[in-house]
């Protein structure tokens, strides 16, 4: 079983960072990531990478969000610019091996003030 213990949010102003991060257990999951789930919504796709560093992004956070990995501390961090009120939400880790079973994170929470 694949631990991911994520960190690193909390309240920001509209238009400013913040840096999430989340360390496995160990370095089985092919593909890491982040999805975030606000009130009363679906839990959606926010980025996501590749062992070899190819990531994906939604459209709502291309050009704001940065995805990054490091394999060797089994890292994934999420830096966030130029935050919207739309952002705010519950941020999960995400990992998965191949076609295997998905892991999940605890969840930070992550509130953008207007």
């Known amino acids: 079983q694949v631990q991911l213990v994520e960190s690193g949010g909390g309240l920001v102003q509209a238009g400013g960072s913040l840096t999430l991060s989340c360390t496995a257990s160990e370095s089985s999951s092919s593909t890491m990531g982040w999805y975030r789930q606000a009130p009363g919504k679906q839990r959606e796709l926010v980025a996501l990478?590749?062992?070899?560093?190819?990531?994906t992004y939604a459209d709502s956070v291309k050009g704001r969000f940065t995805i990054s990995r490091d394999n060797v501390k089994n890292t994934v961090a999420l830096q966030m610019n130029s935050l919207k009120p739309m952002d705010t939400a519950v941020y999960y880790c995400?990992?998965?091996?191949?076609?295997?079973?998905?892991?999940w994170g605890q969840g930070t929470q992550v509130t953008v003030s207007s």
């Open positions: 995400y990992g998965r091996n191949l076609a295997g079973p998905i892991y």
């Open positions: 990478v590749s062992r070899g560093g190819m990531p």
